[in-house]
Nanobody, 124 residues
Framework: QVQLVESGGGLVQPGGSLKLACAAS????????MGWYRQAPGKQRELVAA???????????NYVESVKGRFTISRDNAKNAVYLQMNSLHPEDTAVYYC??????????????WGQGTLVTVSS
């Protein structure tokens, strides 16, 4: 089966940088979009960034206002992967980050999948 595997979380000082990675494994027909969500303790899960992979808006990106100018989402279609480069990190960025993918399987069945989550802690 198709699954998402995340990596790159960890502890970083304020102002530092981290890069998250997420790769989809298994036989995939196509990926419609991939993105990153995060959830801090006591807060709702929120969309951080997303990138489209099909249609007239292919390559379009969306960011939550609080990370604009600091985070960059990118993709590698050959690896079925998505990345999140996080710069100028703030303590408020501390959260579990989840990869999300909308894709079609080899049988052309639509799936929305979530990664296992990776913890990002921004603290001195």
């Amino acid at each position: 089966q198709v699954q998402l595997v995340e990596s790159g979380g960890g502890l970083v000082q304020p102002g530092g940088s981290l890069k998250l990675a997420c790769a989809a494994s298994g036989i995939i027909s196509s990926i419609y979009a991939m993105g990153w969500y995060r959830q801090a303790p006591g807060k709702q899960r929120e969309l951080v960034a997303a990138i489209t992979n099909i249609g007239s808006t292919i390559g379009s990106t969306n960011y939550v206002e609080s990370v604009k100018g600091r985070f960059t989402i990118s993709r590698d279609n050959a690896k079925n992967a998505v990345y999140l480069q996080m710069n100028s990190l703030h303590p408020e960025d501390t959260a579990v980050y989840y990869c999300n993918a909308q894709l079609a399987t080899a049988q052309n069945k639509y799936l929305e999948l979530w990664g296992q989550g990776t913890l990002v802690t921004v603290s001195s």
